[in-house]
């Protein structure tokens, strides 16, 4: 598929801590911008799609270990914001 031209624009987008910080790290290991990132497994979600191969996923889990991220797909409808919000 040949390049395509598209618009991106900036956003402000909160986001659990621990879980930025693992996605940063994800971004950097894969040499791609945090946007980049984002944006893939977006896409891949929106297509049904693992937007993760076996090795990445290992890469993950041991990112979540370092940040303490314990977080799973079915705490993403419970989850209730506590604290300072900066």
């Known amino acids: 598929m040949a390049n395509m031209d598209i618009e991106r624009v900036q956003t402000g987008v909160r986001i659990e801590k621990r879980l930025l910080k693992v996605l940063k790290a994800l971004a950097e290991l894969k040499d791609i911008s945090l946007g980049d990132l984002l944006e ?18 290992k890469q993950i889990k041991e990112l979540k ?11 993403s409808h ?5 604290g300072d919000a900066r």
């Open 40 to 57: 893939g497994i977006c896409l891949h979600a929106l297509d049904g799609k693992a937007p993760f191969e076996k090795e990445t996923l």
């Open 65 to 75: 270990r370092i940040y303490g991220l314990s977080l799973t797909a079915a705490d």
């Open 78 to 82: 419970t989850l209730k914001e506590t």
